[in-house]
């Protein structure tokens, strides 16, 4: 954040929607910072920065946020808890994925990304029920290892706890009803993944959900198709997980993001804000 703001002009979230809505222009150097998911540890960890450096964020929560018991997000709970019984045949009565040979089984990496690709092809509810199966083959009453620090890592906000968010002076953006694969889920499905959400945080909230962001959000789990229906669902812009994007034309509904993990320094940050890594890859390709 101290980077950020000594190098670029930090935006906060309702400017950059005024700009997108109606034109107002921007600093130069302008940056707008987002997180996804919004697990407790936005709340524990995150806000504590945000507010000593003044900075306000755009968070993507999805609609289980808007419960009082929302659990952890489906795929990761099936990593853990395929990593307590690695064959126990999870992905048993899931529907086949035309488009698995892709994606190699010999890894965990890759059974795991299987079985979520199958399990995505499952409507939300019917999602719900067999991950309730899995952890009860598996034995666990919940798949975070243990309480305290973990629990901040795994568990998604609950309503009062994502209303703290947003009395943080912090912007509230959807990320679907359940997290799916959404290039997997029938339109139908999809379209009501992208709705619902929509509508669930702004009756939770008492506030317009303008911003999206797409479960995953790269060419393997999105496309023209996801883009039209961020369109549709009435957002006022959309957000890819990905900094580069060649499926559709650039436009406010693939907007690019650079991604930073628990593990990226601040000379790679920086690489990646200013350009140079886009241009070395683009340099090194030719
Ligand atoms: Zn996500």
Known sequence: ??????????IHPEDFRTWVEQGKPLPSRAV????????????TDMVPILESEAVSCLFFVTGASCRNDPGMLWYEELYQ??????????????????????????????????TVRRASLLGANARADWIGRVRS???????????????????????AELKRLSDAGMSIGAHTLSHPVLSLCNEE????????????????????????AYPFGDSATMGEREVRLAREAGYTCAFLN????DVTPANVFALPRIHVCSNTTVPELAAHLSGLH?????AVRR
């Open 32 to 43: 707008l910072v987002t997180c996804d998911d919004g697990l407790v540890n936005t709340l």
């Open 278 to 282: 886009n241009r070395i890859q683009r």
């Open 189 to 212: 499905e999809a379209r009501r993944e992208m709705q619902e959400s929509k509508h669930d945080l702004e009756r939770a909230l008492g506030k317009t959900v303008w911003a999206f």
């Open 137 to 159: 083959q598996c034995e666990q009453s919940q798949a975070w290892p243990s309480a305290g620090r973990s629990e901040r890592r795994w568990r998604l906000l609950n309503i």
């Open 242 to 245: 990905v900094e580069h994007w």
């Open 1 to 10: 954040m101290q980077y950020l703001k000594a190098h670029y002009h930090v």
């Open 81 to 114: 808890l395929m990593r307590v019984r690695p064959s126990n045949g999870h992905d048993l009565q899931l529907p086949l994925d035309e488009g698995a040979h892709s994606h190699p089984r010999e890894s965990f990496q890759g059974a795991w990304w299987n």
